[in-house]
């Protein structure tokens, strides 16, 4: 989940819109950790969200320390509230100035960094607050070029939207190899790859329900509410013409990209 905001007016995530896709959304963050091997004592969540994946570090981990960090005061107040575990911390706090007091055991990050501006530059940094022999792993998405959000992006940039939404938030991210060539220094083994879902999508506009939670937020919270009821109905008949529905649901491929680097012992 989102760590940071804007300069202008700050988003505001709702925890119950992002986890209408809660299963689609997780499904990454478990494969994630699948490639993680680390006997982590201390695990840090950098954009914990509303904490549904807490309990899926805590069942990997049993004995770890757990802080998870987010931005977002209503996705960290679910977290509190629904997802409270023993020896597990949420704290609001901007993951650009995080720092540890001491080195840590791992440190992920699920659907986060894209919306952190200079993210590839923090990488090295937040690495070398792992401590030997453990690791930094994170997913975004990289399917900013597909239509979902091409989409997106020209229709906020049309009148008379683009008056509220020239200068929101946007996210990006890169492929798996430019955070190969950031964190493949000398002391490290890093794993990247790319992996693209096809999400089968059930429902009323089940595109524009998965980006009002994620990508498409920013612009709707910004656009007054004449104009975000125009705006939703130009856009999901957009997307509706570029996603159309099956009779099994609609189709949303979405690539996500992947990386775990371990810090090597000695």
């Known amino acids: 989940m989102p760590t940071t905001v804007p300069t202008t007016v700050p988003t505001t995530w709702d925890p119950a819109t992002y986890l209408r896709f809660a299963e689609e959304r997780s499904r990454?963050?478990?494969?994630?950790l699948a490639r993680v091997d680390v006997d982590a004592r201390t695990v840090?969540?950098?954009?914990?969200?509303?904490?549904?994946?807490?309990?899926?570090?805590?069942?990997?981990?049993?004995?770890?320390?757990i802080l998870g960090l987010d931005t977002s005061t209503q996705m960290v107040a679910t977290a509190r509230k629904e997802h409270a575990l023993a020896d597990a911390d949420y704290e609001v706090r901007d993951l650009r100035e995080w720092s540890p007091d001491e080195p840590v055991d791992l440190v992920l990050s699920n659907a986060t960094l894209q919306w952190v501006p200079g993210h590839l530059e923090?990488?090295?940094?937040?690495?070398?607050?792992?401590?030997?022999?453990?690791?930094?792993?994170?997913s975004v998405p990289g399917?900013?070029?597909?239509p979902s959000h091409v989409l997106l992006r020209e229709l906020a940039d049309?009148?008379?939207y683009v008056r509220w939404t020239?200068?929101?938030?946007?996210?990006?991210?890169?492929?798996?190899?430019?955070?190969?060539?950031?964190?493949?220094?000398p002391g490290w083994i890093v794993d990247a790859w790319e992996t693209t879902y096809l999400h089968v999508l059930s429902g009323s506009d089940p595109v524009f329900g998965w980006l009002s939670g994620t990508?498409?937020?920013?612009?709707?919270?910004?656009?007054?509410?004449?104009?975000?009821?125009?705006?939703?109905?130009?856009f999901k008949s957009r997307l509706r013409a570029a996603y159309p529905s099956r009779e099994y649901g609609t189709v949303l491929p979405f690539r996500r990209v992947f990386v775990v680097a371990r810090r090597q012992e000695g």
């Open 215 to 234: 990508g498409a937020r920013p612009v709707l919270q910004a656009l007054p509410a004449r104009e975000r009821q125009r705006f939703e109905t130009a």
């Open 143 to 146: 399917n900013f070029a597909e």
């Open 28 to 32: 990454p963050f478990a494969e994630l």
């Open 122 to 138: 923090l990488l090295p940094g937040l690495a070398d607050a792992v401590a030997v022999g453990g690791s930094i792993a994170f």
């Open 44 to 65: 840090v969540d950098l954009g914990c969200g509303p904490g549904h994946l807490t309990e899926q570090i805590r069942a990997r981990w049993p004995r770890a320390h």
């Open 166 to 185: 020239w200068d929101i938030e946007r996210p990006s991210a890169y492929d798996a190899a430019s955070y190969l060539d950031v964190l493949g220094r």
């Open 158 to 160: 049309e009148q008379p």
